[in-house]
């Protein structure tokens, strides 16, 4: 975490500091960003930066947190469903994953950030932000499992574990799709039935499985 030298910053000069890392954290692996390039888009000496900051990781990890803290936030104010009486397990899921998809349109740079991270070669330091960091992102599908048990909209012999991460990947995989169709896209990509259709599909798939089902004529 930051120096509390960093808090007591006006707020104009923190945002600029932390937007100028946003920018080179979502242009560049880690091992190639510049304290540099930060220092000089965010307009300050190379001596303030250690005074907010112990090196670039703690920078690092202190955007990934407000990143994450920002899409929660969204999250909670475009679904109220998470934690309302209308909650219905799929639909909220689907819902989930459109608006997730509405954040990193609103925010790219954020999805930049994100897709960096997934792709960045530096394992120690992916588990280190996500030991920190990925239990905040894993608390809305927890929850959603949790209640989907509770309501009895859920097989009561899935294994909670998988299913968990089975919804991580999912969102891992709607972010590539996005970005892949985003690419070829002239229009917003919520409007395109390509990817609503993507979603159906995947969606179907976790409900139902791959197996074949046998129909019985007995």
């Not at 888009?41 to 920078?59: E, M, T, V």
């Not at 909670?76 to 998470?82: A, G, N, Y």
């Not at 997730?100 to 960096?116: S, V």
């Not at 499992?145 to 999912?170: H, I, N, S, V």
């Amino acid at each position: 975490m930051p120096n509390q030298t960093f808090f007591n910053l006006p707020e104009e000069k923190r945002e600029r500091i932390t937007e100028a890392a946003i920018r080179e954290f979502s242009a560049y692996p880690f091992a190639q960003v510049s304290i540099a390039r930060i220092i000089e888009q965010a307009g300050i000496p190379r001596g303030s930066f250690y005074q907010y900051f112990k090196n670039l990781k703690d920078l690092y990890k202190y955007i990934f947190k407000l990143a994450i803290e920002k899409k929660l936030r969204y999250f909670e104010d475009k679904i109220p469903e998470l934690h309302g009486d209308s909650f219905d397990f799929f639909k909220t899921l689907r819902k989930l994953f459109v608006v997730g998809i509405e954040f990193a349109q609103e925010h790219p740079e954020l999805l930049a950030l994100g897709d960096r991270f997934i792709k960045d070669i530096n394992l120690q330091l992916r588990e280190e932000v996500l030991a920190e960091q990925n239990s905040k992102s894993l608390n809305i599908y927890g929850e959603m499992l949790r209640k989907g048990y509770e309501l009895g909209q859920l097989d009561p012999a899935m294994d909670f574990t998988a299913a968990l991460l089975m919804m991580q990947a999912l969102n891992i995989a709607f972010t590539d799709a996005y970005l892949s169709l985003s690419l070829n896209s002239q229009g917003s990509i919520l409007e395109d039935s390509r990817y609503q259709d993507l979603i159906d599909k995947m969606l179907y798939l976790l409900a139902h499985g791959l197996e074949k089902r046998v129909i019985s004529n007995e």
